[in-house]
């Protein structure tokens, strides 16, 4: 089973938040990678702002973290036919637009297993769930995902 990863992820993979959400997140992180998951660009450009804004990280310092990112994920760009997806996604389901582009990445990249906090859990888009890995009761597809 393949997987992607949302941006609330490797926020919390990084060490910023509560240390369950960390120590969840870092399992969760260290099994897509050895799975070689994907990554996409818009998570990318997400956890860059959001930890230079948020959490004051050196601009230098979240570009060498990317790059460690990079080389244990795979990192995929949305096509143009994706972003139509993606805009579709937004407006039938009422998903926030860089939610719906990460979404359609996933899907794109043959991923069967979505990892997000923030997103509609239990929610199928072509072949991709949607799981939050910090909920109380995990999914079921999550526990054999992480199930070696």
């Not at 070689?36 to 702002?49: H, I, N, R, T, V």
């Not at 949607?130 to 995902?145: E, Q, T, Y």
Request: hydrophobic share 45%.
């Amino acid at each position: 089973m393949k997987a992607a990863l949302d941006t609330n992820v490797l926020i919390y993979a990084e060490g910023f938040g509560d240390p369950l959400r960390n120590g969840i997140a870092v399992t969760a992180v260290d099994t897509v990678s050895q799975r070689k998951g994907d990554l996409s660009a818009q998570a990318c450009a997400e956890f860059y702002f959001a930890i230079t804004r948020k959490f004051k990280v050196d601009r230098a310092q979240a570009v060498s973290r990317l790059q460690f990112w990079r080389t244990h994920l795979n990192v995929r760009t949305l096509s143009v036919q994706g972003l139509d997806d993606a805009l579709t996604l937004a407006r039938d389901h009422a998903f926030q637009i860089f939610d719906a582009m990460i979404v359609v990445t996933a899907s794109e990249g043959g991923c069967q297993l979505l990892l997000s906090e923030d997103m509609q859990d239990g929610f199928v888009y072509r072949g991709v769930t949607i799981v939050n890995p910090f909920a109380a009761k995990p999914h079921a597809l999550l526990k054999s995902f992480l199930t070696p």
